[in-house]
């Protein structure tokens, strides 16, 4: 199962259209996660019509958003537990308080807020931030990425790409 992991997509603050690269991948997919900061109901739906999505919502959705998605959310895919929350709040990295966020019986946390791609075990459990398709901040790079579970295991990898729309 191949999952496409995006978030802080802020729209249409930061672009009225998703880049091609992206939706050309979302057609490719199994399963979309998204980590918050939509920002546009409009947005969700259309990403809606590529594949199933989970997400929550973030710091920057308003009532709209808030009114149909959680926090946190949590699923099984193929035999692995995973747990989605923005990352937003006070004290502590992004990464810390996405941490604490699920126990540990989590094999996944997914996780947004910072726009900084993030790949790395704490113990048995992956922290994964896909960064942003749309708002890169100060980083040379756009971003999102790909979890793929096969019998029970999970590897993640991101795919980074420029305005033109080549991959690295």
């Known amino acids: 199962m191949r999952i496409l992991v995006m978030g802080d997509t802020h729209m249409p603050k930061k672009g009225e259209t998703l880049p091609h690269i992206l939706t050309e991948q979302m057609k490719r997919t199994d399963h979309i996660i998204h980590t918050g ?3 546009e109901k409009w947005l969700y739906d259309e990403v809606c019509s590529y594949a199933p999505v989970t997400s929550v919502y973030g710091n920057a959705d308003g009532d709209e958003m808030k009114a149909f998605l959680k926090r946190t959310e949590t699923f099984s895919l193929g035999g692995v537990k995973i747990g ?3 990352g937003d709040g006070e004290k502590k990295t992004t ?13 996944c946390i ?3 807020h910072s726009h900084i791609p993030y790949l790395r075990y704490h113990g048995k459990k992956l922290l994964f931030n896909p960064g942003s398709p749309t708002d890169k901040r100060k ?10 579970v096969i019998k029970n295991s999970l590897q993640a990898e991101h795919c980074f ?3 033109e729309g080549h991959s690295f």
Do not use: C, M
């Open 161 to 163: 790409f420029n305005l």
């Open 84 to 86: 989605i929350v923005h």
């Open 37 to 39: 900061d939509w920002q």
């Open 110 to 112: 997914v996780f947004g």
């Open 139 to 148: 980083l040379p790079y756009f971003s999102f990425g790909f979890l793929t």
């Open 95 to 107: 990464e810390k308080r996405a941490l604490d966020t699920f126990d540990e019986t989590y094999d």
